[in-house]
């Protein structure tokens, strides 16, 4: 079946150091790709998504590219701070397929 | 403020002892599901509902039920609690179930079962 796989955490990573967290993933058909981010004591919400091959997806300084050819979706982030501390989850769709994410933790 | 909202927040109960979390969503989505999030598990899906009076069971259904009476709630039952369903539960609504359907997640509960 469809399934994701995302680095392993925790990531810790010191304020305005660059991010990089893996995705990648096995599916039947043209998913749809998304990130997902879990903020502390919160639900998940969308962070960003991509529907195609060769889509970016972006949104808060957060980039990530549909890749067919390798079948990743990595997301990145020039320049961490601390407010980005959470849990990322990468999932696609259809059907909807979480990864089992990745705790970001950013230090001052 | 379109949301899904969950009720309780924290609950701690003691095996056996039925209990009820409320879902509800402002947004007029058909599609409801209830996930359970465990440590180096990630996010498992336990029932989804495609409209009203349409249920289906996810990846770890058992011990769980759910009722689907109105578009707009979801409630998920522990009809007998054990400790192994200790967890964090997820109430999530969209549009649908394609391609393009963006999850909107409740704030989640977390329960105890001694």
């Known amino acids: 079946g469809d399934s994701v796989t995302q680095m392993e955490g925790p990531v810790t990573l010191s304020e305005e150091a660059f991010l990089t967290i893996n995705c990648t993933y096995t599916?039947?058909?043209?998913?749809?790709l998304f990130w997902y981010v879990q903020y502390p004591g919160e639900g998940l919400q969308l962070l960003l998504k991509a529907t195609k091959a060769d889509d970016k997806g972006s949104n808060k300084g957060f980039e990530a590219t549909y890749r067919k050819e390798t079948t990743s979706f990595h997301l990145e982030k020039g320049s961490v701070q601390v407010s980005d501390s959470a849990v990322y989850f990468c999932a696609l769709s259809t059907p909807l397929v979480f990864g089992k994410g990745t705790r970001l933790s950013v230090i001052a | 403020e379109a949301q899904v909202t969950q009720n309780p927040r924290y609950l701690i109960t003691v095996t056996g002892k039925k209990l009820t979390v409320t879902c509800s969503q402002n947004?007029?989505?058909?599609?409801m599901s209830w996930y359970r999030q465990d440590p180096g598990l990630g996010l498992r899906q336990i029932y989804y509902?495609?409209?009203?009076?349409?249920?289906d069971k996810g990846d770890v259904p058992e011990g769980y039920k759910v009722s689907r009476k109105e578009k707009r709630n979801f409630p998920l039952i522990l009809e007998s609690p054990s400790p192994n369903q200790t967890s964090l539960y997820f109430c999530a609504s969209s549009n649908g179930q394609g391609r393009l359907d963006t999850q909107y997640f409740g704030p989640g509960t977390r329960l105890t079962v001694l």
């Open positions: 509902s495609m409209n009203v009076e349409v249920t």
């Open positions: 947004m007029n989505h058909e599609y």
């Open positions: 599916a039947t058909g043209y998913p749809s």
